[in-house]
């Protein structure tokens, strides 16, 4: 791809289940992008206040924490690795018992002070990131703005499909989606919203594929436009 401003900044942002993951990945790759899963950062200092058996309402300890562990995303947008302390926690963090962690400690403001900070520094050469407070707090001057979601029963079918959910009933599955959504978009800081001038992008019935050229699509015609 011809005339990439640089740094070139694309924000992903949704909820749950929405395909946020899949999605950038194949637009990092296709674009030649670092690739940037910030909820595996926020599912990194869950496994951090997990381990250390720190109370998840002690919200000072957790935002000390959060501000002072090391947490490295390394490798291509395929086999991308999460490091918590120099050890891969790669596979650690997609627990359901993480991952539920993960949705209350990111409801912390010092906590998401702190992710913010280090995304910003780590996307500062361009990259394709994912989250639910990119286009609206991280970067809200990111070049391309994304807001993907899909129907309620989409989204909770394919989290069900999942290996790490595979021991829970589609209800439950459901259910812990629905009070997530619901935290997400009601906390004070830095909620689950859609920028003002962001896409929004329905991937109800559509295949990952599609999705991903249609959003690659957007970005060169964006980019076109400002040339």
Do not use: W
């Not at 909820?15 to 296709?30: D, L, M, Q, W, Y």
């Not at 996307?123 to 609206?136: F, Q, W, Y």
Request: aromatic share 4%.
């Amino acid at each position: 791809m011809s005339c990439i401003p640089s740094p070139l900044i694309i924000a992903i942002d949704g909820p749950s289940g929405s395909g946020k993951t899949t999605v950038g990945r194949k637009i990092a790759r296709e674009l030649g992008l670092l690739y940037l899963d910030t909820g595996s950062m926020y599912r990194a200092v869950a496994l951090a206040v997990m381990n250390a058996g720190i109370d998840s309402a002690d919200c000072e300890a957790v935002g000390s924490l959060a501000t002072n562990i090391q947490i490295d995303l390394e490798g291509d947008p395929d086999s991308l690795k999460v490091y918590l302390q120099g050890r891969d926690v790669t596979e650690d963090v997609r627990s359901e018992d993480v991952t539920h962690m993960s949705s209350i400690i990111s409801a912390i403001p010092a906590v998401r002070r702190a992710m913010v900070s280090r995304q910003r520094e780590m996307a500062k050469r361009g990259a394709v990131l994912n989250g639910r407070d990119i286009g609206t707090v991280v970067f809200p001057d990111a070049n391309v703005k994304f807001f993907l979601t899909a129907s309620p029963k989409e989204r909770a079918r394919r989290r069900f499909k999942e290996t790490d959910v595979a021991n829970a009933s589609f209800k439950e599955v459901m259910a812990e989606m629905t009070e997530r959504d619901m935290r997400d978009s009601t906390r004070g800081d830095s909620p689950l919203a859609v920028a003002s001038d962001a896409v929004v992008i329905d991937s109800t019935g559509l295949s990952i594929d599609e999705v991903a050229q249609k959003m690659i699509t957007i970005v060169r015609e964006k980019i076109r436009s400002k040339e």
